[in-house]
């Protein structure tokens, strides 16, 4: 892959979802570093920190929707309030196994989210997906 991704925030809460999701980004090399985390509230108090300068603000942020607890919708409305200097620089990719089709119009119609993907995440669509973002 020409263009690699320096940090890439996968939130999702199944473990071995995040394992292959994982392995084929380090397949096509789609980034240099994953940071992964399994609920919103930890994946928000990380993005909170990069905005105070205190971790690396994420490029791409893979978003799953369907969690317990709180979900991607959740995430969604909680980035929002976020500052812009990470708005501005972090695109997110709603990979999710919902068939749901209202899912992906309310996922497509949110101004901060960039793509959707179904899963499982394969390299194919990675590779759509870098070529798209």
Do not use: C, W
Request: net charge negative.
């Amino acid at each position: 892959m020409e263009d690699t991704y320096d940090l890439v925030l996968l939130i999702d809460d199944n473990e071995i979802d995040n394992i292959i999701h994982q392995m084929v980004m380090d397949r096509i090399g789609f980034a240099n570093n994953t940071i992964t985390y399994q609920s919103v509230e930890d994946a928000i108090k990380y993005l909170k920190k990069s905005g105070k300068g205190k971790k690396k603000i994420p490029e791409i942020i893979l978003l799953d929707l369907i969690m317990p607890v709180e979900n991607g919708f959740v995430f969604l409305d909680e980035f929002e309030k976020l500052p812009d200097s990470i708005k501005m620089n972090t695109k997110i990719v709603v990979i999710t196994h919902s068939i749901d089709e209202r899912d992906q119009v309310k996922s497509l119609t949110n101004k901060n989210v960039s793509y959707f993907i179904d899963k499982p995440l394969t390299i194919e669509k990675l590779e759509l997906l870098a070529e798209t973002i």
